[in-house]
Structures are given as structure tokens and as C-alpha cells.
């Protein structure tokens, strides 16, 4: 199930005031009920929060906060910009050291299991564009920022994704481990995740990152020195109020943007690295039979890889032998229309035999989305001829298309 906590399908044009100290930060919840990562909360001021399957808490100090100890931070030009927990002390110069608010610009649902939040960096110039994206099944979810340079002048500088652990279960401390695959880190129950316990692992996807593992004060005292991190795991074998995460630095020349990406994997298993495909749900045909006749409503087999298109169908099959009635007639249906809609929005209407749609994945979210065919037939008889009789009257036929992953 997923929830969204203070927002509208409009928010992507509002602006959000900058809450205050101690003010709640509104969020988007990527969650799903079936886990297992049930909250994927997202701050509009680009914190974060999460929680697994079966653990009674989120996976990020403070545990009970919608809005953890997690998120995405940006140094420019000696500046250090950040989400509200910046300041636990509400002063502005708490365990980051002086830092300056993100102005919020916006967020809003991104499809089905994704989220688009944007925030300005004040008197930079710079922006930031952060998609969050969740899909059912899996272990993680991916964050994918971009920056971009809107003045006239090029901007060197850091961009942070980090976090304070909470290792679940009541655990508020823990240990550190890095590689698996090459150039993550995260922290661990057990040291250097041997044996295999529960993690919590930022993975990169774009190349270039360095990382850091410490105590959480540690890493953030490091992100408060405006520097990229150094590739440490200053506690892999140290119990600890641990932290970790990852850095880029690089230079934004005037108008230009650039794309940092990561996976945050929440592991009970220690399970590490990108996080496995999710098999989609077998697609099984919809039918009905009406009087004699099945209505049969089929979608396309496996997953769709967008931008491409696949085919509806709705198809009708008579008995041969059907008994007539005490009048001598056969009775049967006809279809007369098929509305074809996806995730509850109309999408084609087809009145000629063969009843069928052809559509666009294009801009579709991974995952499954529903199918639906609202399909009107007319009650006929026959005797030798066939005749129309009665009102039309409508049978809704269900299915399911996979967008991969």
C-alpha cells in the first residue's frame, strides 16, 4: 500500500515553506504492504526513512521519526546545504556544523512507485532534482540526483548520500563493512558483515564515488569538513552508533547537469550489492462465459521493456452444442464494444471484431499496472438466423501488465 502523507497529485507546483525546527517534514511514502520494504518516506527536504518487513521500527535514527537521520546533502563554495535534521539542536550549527536549509520547491508521485522531490540551494544558483524509486519485491530502492547549474559561473562541488544506522530489532549500534561490490559500504550487525547478518549498504551506480563508514557523528563531522569522503572504514570492527555513505565531487559548468545514482539496500540477511530482479506475476487471461459463449480477455506474456507496445485482446468462443429452449431457440451473446483501460484510465475503444488495443509502455513505472476491458455484448437468438434481442448489457474482465524493471 502506498501513502502520501500532507501532498497532492499537484505538489510538483507548489511551493513548500521551509518547515521550522522541530516542524514535521512532509513526505511521500513509496512503501508496499507486502514488504519487504513496507516504507520507502522520502522528505521533501530530501531526508529519508525506511523500514523492513517484520522489524518494529524505521531502519534510521531516530527510529521513530517518519523523517530519519538519512538523505541527501550538497557543499558549494565553502557552503554546506542539508535536510532538517542538519540541526538536531535547532540552532542551525548542530552535528553538521553551519549549515543552510534547502528551499523546498516541490514533490510529487512519479508513477506508480516513484517520487520526484526538487529543492534550490539559496544564492548558488544551483538546483536539485531527486527521483526515488521502489520496486514491490525488492530489498532496496534507488535514488537518482541531479544537479544543475542555473548561473553563469561553474560550481565545484560535493554531493553526500549518508545515514545514520539503526540496525533494527532495538539495535542502535553496530559495525561497518565496505566492497561487495566494489566501492559500497554500509554497517552490519556482526564485523565486516561476517558471518552474515543484517545490513544496510549504500551501492553506487554511477562511477566516481567514494565512501566512508565511521561512527555517526564521525561521518558527519567528515561531511561538515566539505570534502569528499576518503574511502575508510573507520569502524568495521569497533561496535559504534555506526554510520556510513557516499560522496561524488565533480565540477558543474554554467547550465549544465549532472545525475548521481545509488541503490540503499535494507538487508536482515546480509545480503549486499544491487538488488536481485523480481520475477513479475504470471499474466493469466480473464474470461467469462455469457449463454453459451466465453469472453475471453488476454494480455501480453512476461514484462514489456518500454518504450515498447503490447497487445489487448478480447475474443469470444461459442459452444458447438448448446440445448435450445422450450421455443426452439439458441440463445447467445455478441460483443458490440470493448473499452480497454489501464490502471483505471480509459486507453482505446474498439466496436469491430477483433476487439483489440494496441498501447504505449511509454513513461510507465516498473512493476505490474491493471488491466481492465469493459466489455458491452447484446443478448441474440437464433433459429435458422440470428437475432438481436434484449438490452446490451456489460461484463468487466480483469488482467495485468509487467513493465520490467
Known amino acids: 500500500m502506498r501513502r502520501i502523507a500532507g501532498l497532492t497529485a499537484g505538489l510538483a507546483a507548489l511551493l513548500i515553506a521551509a518547515p521550522s525546527a522541530g516542524a514535521a517534514v512532509p513526505y511521500t511514502d513509496l512503501g508496499d504492504a ?12 530530501l531526508s529519508c526513512q525506511a523500514m523492513h518487513h517484520g522489524d518494529p521500527g524505521g531502519e534510521f535514527a531516530p527510529t521513530g521519526a517518519p523523517n530519519g537521520d538519512c538523505g541527501t546533502l550538497v557543499a558549494v563554495a565553502g557552503q554546506l546545504y542539508g535536510p532538517h535534521f542538519a540541526a538536531h539542536d535547532g540552532t542551525g550549527t548542530g552535528a553538521l556544523g553551519s549549515f543552510t536549509a534547502y528551499e ?7 508513477g506508480a512507485d516513484a517520487v520526484a522531490t526538487a529543492v534550490d540551494l539559496p544564492s548558488t544558483g544551483v538546483q536539485v532534482a531527486q527521483r526515488d524509486s521502489y520496486l514491490p519485491g525488492q530489498d532496496a530502492w534507488r535514488t537518482d540526483v541531479t544537479l544543475t547549474n542555473t548561473s553563469g559561473a561553474p560550481k565545484s562541488v560535493v554531493l553526500y548520500r549518508a545515514g545514520d544506522c539503526f540496525l533494527g530489532a532495538g539495535a542502535g549500534t553496530g559495525y561497518g563493512f565496505a566492497g561487495s561490490p566494489d566501492g559500497s559500504v554500509g554497517c552490519s550487525a556482526q564485523p565486516n558483515n561476517a558471518p552474515l547478518d543484517r545490513v544496510q549498504q549504500w551501492v553506487p551506480i554511477t562511477p566516481g564515488a567514494t565512501w566512508l563508514q565511521a561512527s555517526a557523528p564521525g561521518v558527519w563531522a567528515a561531511i561538515a569538513a566539505h570534502t569528499p569522503f576518503a574511502g575508510e572504514c573507520r569502524e ?17 559548468a554554467p547550465g549544465a547537469a549532472e545525475t548521481r545514482s545509488h541503490w540503499t539496500v535494507l538487508s536482515p540477511t546480509g545480503r549486499t550489492g544491487p538488488p536481485l530482479p523480481v520475477d513479475p506475476p504470471p499474466v493469466a487471461p480473464a474470461a467469462t462465459t455469457v449463454q453459451g459463449t466465453t469472453i475471453k480477455f ?3 506474456a512476461g514484462c514489456v ?15 458447438k452444442r448448446i440445448s435450445r429452449d422450450r421455443f426452439g431457440y439458441v440463445r447467445r451473446v455478441r460483443i458490440l464494444k470493448v473499452e480497454f483501460l489501464v490502471d483505471a484510465k480509459r486507453r482505446a475503444t474498439d466496436k469491430r471484431a477483433a476487439f483489440k488495443a494496441l498501447l504505449p509502455s511509454t513513461g510507465a513505472a516498473p512493476g505490474a499496472h491493471a488491466l481492465t476491458a469493459k466489455v458491452t455484448l447484446q443478448p441474440l437468438r437464433e433459429r435458422g438466423r440470428q437475432r438481436l434481442v434484449g438490452k446490451p448489457f456489460r461484463r468487466t474482465l480483469n488482467s495485468t501488465v509487467n513493465v520490467c524493471g
Open 298 to 300: 488476454t494480455g501480453p
Open 34 to 45: 507486502a514488504g519487504p520494504l513496507t516504507r520507502v518516506a522520502v522528505g521533501a527536504d
Open 104 to 110: 523546498l520547491r516541490g514533490q510529487s508521485p512519479d
Open 305 to 319: 521493456t518500454a518504450p515498447a507496445r503490447y497487445k489487448l485482446r478480447v475474443t469470444s468462443v461459442r459452444k
Open 236 to 252: 568495521c570492527m569497533n561496535e559504534t552508533d555506526a554510520g556510513a555513505g557516499l560522496s561524488w565531487a565533480f565540477t558543474l
